[in-house]
């Protein structure tokens, strides 16, 4: 099972990105989703988070209105739309999956078995 991540690069404050998880050897279908980040001094914190049916979505409070997490089954491919960045979301980028039955968010990077290798994504002012 590989997550390949993408998508990460240098813009300019109030820019977008979309960042990219392309599974292989796993379909993400069914799986619960997750986009993580690692600011550099600080402990890795869940950005976003979507169930496994897809019904329920989670955004930490800093980016809620700003990043949409979504998933098309026919790529496997999940995504994290990120827009009107801001230099403090300048971090290092991780796409995570867990499948299973649970219905629900996981909210802890502990539950996720399945990680891409992280894609850094710089917010200049």
């Known amino acids: 099972v590989q997550l390949q991540a993408s998508g990460g690069g240098l813009v300019q404050a109030g820019g977008s990105l979309r960042l990219s998880c392309a599974a292989s050897?796993?379909?993400?279908?069914?799986?619960?989703l997750g986009w993580f980040r690692r600011i550099p001094g600080k402990e890795r914190e869940l950005v976003a988070a979507?169930?496994?049916?897809?019904?329920?979505?989670h955004y930490a409070n800093s980016v809620r209105g700003r990043f949409t997490i979504s998933r098309d089954n026919s790529k496997n491919t999940a995504y994290l739309q990120m827009n009107n960045l801001k230099p403090e979301d300048t971090a290092v980028y991780y796409c995570?999956?867990?499948?299973?039955?649970?219905?629900?968010?996981?909210?802890?990077?502990?539950?996720?078995?399945?990680w891409g290798q992280g894609t850094q994504v710089t917010v200049s002012s």
């Open positions: 995570a999956a867990e499948p299973g039955t649970f219905s629900g968010i996981y909210y802890s990077d502990q539950a996720y078995d399945y």
């Open positions: 050897g796993h379909s993400l279908s069914s799986d619960a």
């Open positions: 979507m169930s496994r049916g897809g019904g329920i979505t």
